[in-house]
């Protein structure tokens, strides 16, 4: 089992930029892909994006490719999201996700099913 805890969210204005980080403890030796969730306000949990461990392949939803990206320090065991020209509709907890099973060189999961290991997650609002 990984633990995971989130850092880096906060309150900025739409265009602005933030870094998230997720630091993992337990058992990072099994981690096969980490990733990245958010759930706005009646909303339901969505994918934002995910990376290989083994390889750094990423994965990232369509509404988020190109103004997100991930990335991970394999000697920190922590991964980061830097978010760039945010949105109001960016709004909301974002949640660090570790999945345990090990994947090809080129496969990232997506689904949440993958992932057995779910952090708090950090709030990140954009204003207008």
């Known amino acids: 089992q990984v633990q995971l805890v989130e850092s880096g969210g906060g309150l900025v204005q739409a265009g602005d930029s933030l870094r998230l980080s997720c630091a993992a403890s337990g058992r990072t030796f099994s981690t096969g892909a980490m990733g990245w969730f958010r759930q706005a306000p009646g909303k339901e949990r969505e994918f934002v994006s995910a990376i290989n461990w083994s390889s750094a392949k990423t994965s990232y939803a369509d509404s988020m490719k190109g103004r997100f990206t991930i990335s991970r320090d394999n000697a920190k065991n922590t991964v980061y999201l830097q978010m760039s020209s945010l949105k109001p509709e960016d709004t909301a907890v974002y949640i660090c996700?570790?999945?345990?099973?090990?994947?090809?060189?080129?496969?990232?999961?997506?689904?949440?099913?993958?992932?057995?290991?779910w952090g708090q997650g950090t709030q990140v609002t954009v204003s207008s």
């Open positions: 996700a570790a999945a345990t099973v090990t994947y090809a060189f080129n496969a990232v999961p997506t689904r949440q099913t993958a992932f057995a290991s």
